[in-house]
């Protein structure tokens, strides 16, 4: 998988991670790394451009929960837990309310499929539109 990212002005900056590819278990951690990297660095306004993404499987949708959670100053998950990490999305918490600095851009009908299959869809706000994407963060 290719993680591109570059910085945008809208009414904050907003920091976009563009990904290409797969989004499995062999580059879910470094996209939580990347995220960590650009979270660290001061960055609280993400837009993860998903157009070139082809495939998400579960381990992807661990590190969409994962940065989710980061974004909003919770405790992270063990990534080592494996198949009890996945399973923890699903718990009740305050991450399934809507991301607010955390938006989707332009998901392919494949992986809008696999976010709606997991229940994604009622916490992430998804755009086609870049600009207004930027303008909602």
Known sequence: MEITVT???GRVPVT???LAGHLDGQSYQSL????????EAGSKHLLLDLAELKYISSAGLVS???IALMIRGEALPDLEQGWSTLK???????SSAPQT????LNPRPEIIS???????LTFFDIYTDK???IDSL
Not at 88 to 94: G, I, K, Y
Not at 101 to 104: A, D, I, R
């Open 131 to 133: 600009q207004t994407a």
């Open 64 to 66: 969409l929960n994962t």
């Open 16 to 18: 976009i991670i563009s």
């Open 101 to 104: 600095n955390l938006k989707l």
């Open 32 to 39: 939580i790394q990347k995220a960590r990297e650009v979270f």
């Open 7 to 9: 910085q945008e002005e």
């Open 114 to 120: 696999v976010l709606e299959m997991v229940g994604f």
């Open 88 to 94: 923890s999305m699903s718990h009740p918490r305050s």
